[in-house]
């Protein structure tokens, strides 16, 4: 049987298919929830790619990772597993289930070893590592799933969760060190910087050249000195921003949503109610 036969095999099984796909920082995620009849094989992972598998979610059944399709996993099974598999090996997913939901990190790692320096070695790609667990990087996954949800206008949240999920991959079995804080002036010019850029979105690379350090670096040094992530800085000061607005102008809520870096009046809804504990319109008629 040949990798398109596998394939057509399996997509005669699914009953329903909701996808969604992001890339930042020379990683891609594709997201898949797939109801199913019966038992499936397919390859989720290319010879040519890296990649990284996490099981999310399955009923009705058990999912199976294997290096070879013709042969089982020799370990067991355990809930939320992940399967990291170096460029040159190929990654089956098999099982018989109802449903099965789950995600495919692809890491681009000339591109990442560009963008991350020295700080990071791609030695921990090198080898397969199967149904392993790590709660660290699962939340990472579930908050990168939810970006499309919570700002799909803004990078900076995107490109975070990335150069983390990559940076604890990177280091194996070893501890990811604290971060030191930036000096005063480094906070300053930063978030100045990010100020005048206002409504634009600033990529996280922008940022990490202002001070001439790597992205992962610049975000955990920024978050250690401020508490604030930089996509959580810049979202504070958008919602400020559109606070003053409200307060000080008739505009209707779509041109505070443009003039603030949100995509439309219901994004910019969502993320002040989440902030504010209001509606932009509630919020400005109680100012009044």
């Given at each position: ?53 996490i099981n999310l979610d399955e009923v ?10 013709d042969q089982a996993c020799p370990i ?213």
């Open positions: 049987m040949t990798a398109n036969d596998d394939e057509a095999d399996f997509l005669t099984k699914i009953v329903k298919l909701d996808s969604w796909t992001g890339s930042w920082n020379g990683v891609t995620i594709d997201e898949r929830r797939e109801r199913l009849q019966g038992k499936v094989l397919h390859e989720l992972v290319r010879e040519d790619e890296t990649g990284l598998t009705g059944g058990f999912t199976e990772p294997r290096l070879k399709r067991d099974h355990r809930p939320n597993h992940m399967a990291l598999i170096p460029k040159g090996m190929r990654l089956w997913g098999y099982g018989d289930l109802d449903y099965c939901h789950y995600a495919v990190l692809r890491f681009d790692i000339p591109t990442l070893d560009r963008t991350f320096g020295e700080e990071f070695t791609a030695r921990a790609f090198e080898s397969p590592r199967i149904r392993f667990m790590d709660n660290r990087i699962l939340t990472l996954v579930r908050m990168l799933l939810d970006v499309p949800r919570v700002d799909q206008s803004s990078n900076l949240l995107g490109e975070s969760l990335t150069a983390a999920i990559f940076a604890i991959l990177s280091a194996g079995d070893t501890e990811v060190r604290e971060a030191g804080k930036l000096a005063r002036w480094q906070v300053k010019r930063v978030t100045e910087y990010m100020r005048e850029q206002l409504p634009r979105q600033i990529e996280l690379s922008e940022l990490a050249g202002i001070l001439n350090q790597s992205q992962w670096h610049f975000c955990r040094a920024f978050k250690a000195s401020t508490g604030l992530s930089p996509y959580q800085w810049q979202l504070e000061q958008r919602i400020k921003l559109a606070k003053e607005l409200l307060l000080d102008t008739e505009i209707a809520l779509d041109a505070v949503a443009e003039a603030t870096g949100f995509a439309d009046a219901m994004h910019l809804n969502r993320a002040f109610k989440r902030r504010a504990g209001k509606t932009p319109g509630a919020w400005r008629r109680s100012q009044r």
